[in-house]
């Protein structure tokens, strides 16, 4: 059975933090590893990494793959109020059934 | 605009009345499928479609139905409402073959909250 896993489940930061949000897996057949960002309604897509060692970054977001140690990370630097939220890390994997099997996610609230 | 469109956004229902919860997408996405969402278990699948008239169960299958019979609807159906399907309710759709290097990831509605009393 695939398994993602995230660590810590909640964090609480002031503004300026940076902060690492960590996701390890578990999966048959590992097409990708994807990062997104749920406020109050849908989730909405941040990252998605399928080779190790290649940084993707966007603004303040960046997030790293290793495949051979099955994790990936999600760094946020000088952390915002607008940075809260749950964030979620999905796999996809192969299969006849596309999907994406979620971690329970890390709950960030960032202080003013 | 590209979108997955889910109705109702809220629904408070009485235990074993009958519900239908809408999804409709423009993208042409091949692959549709269902999640729920409760605190400290994530989001978990329910059912799944791969095109018109493909079902499949997912991981939490249970007192849902689903039916694909046009390629951009995909309703979750509970014949049975029982409180223990009181949950944030999530369709998404997806290419199922998308182009190298595009993204495998879904396109999300906005939810559904639901509450069986």
């Known amino acids: 059975e695939d398994k993602v896993v995230q660590s810590p489940l909640s964090l609480v930061v002031h503004e300026g933090d940076t902060v690492t949000l960590n996701c390890s897996y578990e999966v048959t057949n590992f097409r990708s590893l994807l990062w997104y960002k749920q406020e109050k309604k849908a989730p909405t897509f941040l990252f998605m990494l399928t080779s190790s060692g290649i940084e993707k970054k966007s603004g303040r977001l960046s997030s790293i793959l290793d495949k051979k140690e099955l994790f990936s990370i999600l760094n946020i630097t000088a952390t915002q109020t607008g940075d809260s939220a749950i964030y979620l890390c999905a796999v996809s994997s192969g299969g006849s059934n596309y999907k994406l099997t979620f971690g329970k996610g890390t709950l960030l609230t960032v202080n003013p | 605009e590209a979108q997955v469109t889910q109705n109702p956004r809220y629904l408070i229902t009485v235990t074993g009345k009958k519900l239908t919860v809408t999804c409709s997408q423009n993208m042409n996405h091949e692959y549709m499928s269902w999640y729920r969402q409760d605190p400290g278990l994530g989001l978990r699948q329910i059912y799944y479609?791969?095109?018109?008239?493909?079902?499949d169960k997912g991981d939490v299958p249970e007192g849902y139905k689903v039916s694909r019979k046009e390629k951009r609807n995909f309703p979750l159906i509970l014949e049975s409402p029982s409180p223990n399907q009181t949950s944030l309710y999530f369709c998404?759709?997806?290419?199922?073959?998308?182009?190298?290097?595009?993204?495998?990831?879904?396109?999300f509605g906005s939810g559904t909250r639901l509450t069986v009393v």
């Open positions: 479609s791969m095109n018109v008239e493909v079902t």
């Open positions: 998404a759709s997806r290419k199922t073959q998308p182009r190298d290097g595009a993204n495998y990831g879904y396109t």
